[in-house]
């Protein structure tokens, strides 16, 4: 098939799967290039590249286990959505966590080494999951990465000849900026989903107070694809006071955390 006849396939596909999706958390109707069964064919496809990228899973089934534990415990309470969520810890000391569509969710060991809370590691990963319910990273990658490519990940088994490298991809993945608009609706969807499946909502400012911290010492990882915390602890905390003002019995974890994560890491 010569590179014409291949680009109309493309485009004659993509007419089909244009339209709109409705936001689960604003209600609001947004374009969306991908449907959601080719969501999560993209993050099969470039999550083992990921883990390869940033240096492959921490060995301790213990922790791995525990870290999955907890998403698939707040990703139960989020919007129905027809993923399979995936939750893994990377050997990567950089302070980072993201999400890829359809489900792949990744925390670093640096992150992980400056947590010290079941409630605060809630907080990441309900941020995360709520990118994933919102289709966040599937909007940036239709926007900043391209028609032609991302149908041919969908498409095709392997990458057509004159694309980008799977390597090169992923950093572009890595890459992705959220708006702030984003931001806030991740950080509170994924509050609301960590109160549901009974953690302490201060966990999600504590760690955006740890954040604010380390930037001011060098550049945050996390930072660079997610905006400053600075004023969104001030809206976090709002949203404490107007829904969840009564905390008691929400579990904080520390003793947990340290157990399965801490003494795994330090070892």
């Not at 698939?72 to 050997?91: C, T, V």
């Not at 799977?166 to 609706?185: C, F, K, M, N, P």
């Not at 010492?217 to 006071?241: D, W």
Request: include cysteine.
């Amino acid at each position: 098939m010569n590179e014409k006849a291949r680009r109309l396939i493309l485009l004659l596909s993509l007419f089909s799967f244009w339209g709109c999706a409705v936001n689960p958390l604003t209600g609001e109707k947004e374009f969306m290039l991908l449907s959601e069964e080719q969501d999560a064919k993209i993050g099969r496809k470039y999550a083992p590249e990921i883990e390869k990228q940033m240096g492959g899973r921490i060995e301790s089934r213990r922790l791995q286990d525990y870290i999955n534990s907890v998403g698939q415990g707040i990703a139960r309470r989020s919007y129905d959505r027809p993923f399979e969520y995936r939750f893994a810890a990377l050997n990567d000391d950089s302070i980072n966590a993201f999400a890829l569509p359809g489900g792949y969710i990744f925390v670093t060991k640096g992150m992980l080494k400056k947590l010290s809370t079941e409630a605060q590691l809630a907080g990441i990963l309900g941020h995360e999951i709520s990118h994933v319910v919102t289709r966040d990273t599937s909007a940036l990658m239709s926007r900043e990465i391209g028609i032609d490519l991302l149908l041919s990940v969908v498409t095709t088994e392997q990458t057509p000849p004159g694309v980008l490298v799977a390597t090169d991809i992923t950093r572009q993945i890595l890459g992705l900026r959220y708006s702030r608009r984003q931001e806030q609706v991740a950080d509170i969807g994924g509050m609301k989903y960590m109160v549901a499946a009974g953690f302490n909502p201060y966990g999600m400012v504590e760690t955006m107070r740890m954040l604010e911290q380390e930037q001011k010492s060098r550049p945050i990882e996390f930072l660079s694809s997610h905006p400053s915390p600075e004023n969104r602890i001030e809206y976090l905390m709002e949203r404490i006071r107007e829904d969840y003002f009564n905390t008691a019995g929400l579990k904080v974890g520390k003793d947990e955390y340290a157990q399965n994560v801490l003494d795994e890491l330090y070892d």
